[in-house]
């Protein structure tokens, strides 16, 4: 057996469990939106912070990452449940292809996992909704909670989007303008070369769960983690019984 989940927001930097592959890539006709509020991380009920969640949109693109676990049900069983009560806010789970060519057809997974939000203000508590790019920056320079402020989460978004070489204009627009806010200055848009693949994945389409198709060059990236408040890096290890360690087990 064998699970892919898909990170296009804090997971990118933070998986917050153990892993066996980790691969840059993107979906496909979804964006991400700064729409879904949160109470009890980076915000409060009085004062919410903004957080991500895709919205639907036709030829849109969204980068992030895939990782994947496996080695049996209980494994993945665990890793689930530990996402769940992370991403309460989100209250929907929806299976998505992953690509790692722009120009492919055909995705290199099928049967990926992500956490997604209903769109709706009646059936989602945590639904914001839009808002003017000025209120939006206003909210997140403001909120904080118990993890920490709202304006972090934004800026480790910005950065390590910017690790994985597939920056997000509107995450640096809206970057931006929270730090005119701050009255710190503002961060031009600035391409980082694509991680280049170097291995080949693991396994074979005839794991049950998820169809993969043949690349010649499906990467295994590094990761960031933290420790002592200090950025460092690590390399998932995808032979043998090796792992990648999680990053922290706390929400970012």
Not at 100 to 121: A, C, M, N, Q
Request: proline letters at 5%.
């Amino acid at each position: 057996m064998v699970l892919w989940v898909f990170g296009y927001g804090s997971l990118v930097w933070n998986p917050g469990f153990d892993f066996d592959e980790r691969v840059i890539g993107f979906i496909r006709d979804y964006r991400r939106v700064f729409d879904l509020a949160c109470f009890d991380h980076r915000g409060t009920p009085q004062n919410p912070a903004r957080t991500l969640t895709l919205e639907p949109k036709e030829g849109s693109i969204c980068w992030g990452v895939a990782y994947c676990i496996h080695g049996g049900s209980e494994r993945e069983r665990a890793v689930v449940e530990s996402l769940e009560r992370r991403e309460c806010e989100y209250d929907g789970k929806t299976i998505v292809d992953f690509y790692k060519d722009k120009d492919s057809i055909e995705p290199t997974l099928t049967g990926v996992l992500v956490f997604t939000s209903t769109l709706d203000k009646l059936l989602n508590k945590y639904y914001l909704g839009p808002a003017p790019l000025e209120e939006m920056a206003s909210q997140i320079a403001t909120a904080s909670g118990p993890c920490g402020n709202n304006r972090d989460y934004l800026f480790r978004l910005e950065n390590a989007l910017f690790e994985i070489g597939h920056e997000d204009d509107m995450v640096i627009e809206l970057a931006n303008e929270v730090r005119n806010i701050l009255g710190k200055k503002v961060r031009k848009g600035k391409k980082k070369q694509p991680v280049r693949p170097t291995t080949h994945l693991p396994f074979l389409s005839f794991i049950s769960g998820v169809q993969v198709h043949p690349l010649a060059d499906a990467a295994v990236a590094t990761d960031s983690y933290e420790e002592n408040g200090k950025i460092g890096m690590m390399k998932g290890e995808s032979h043998g019984n090796s792992r990648a360690k999680k990053t922290s087990n706390l929400v970012d």
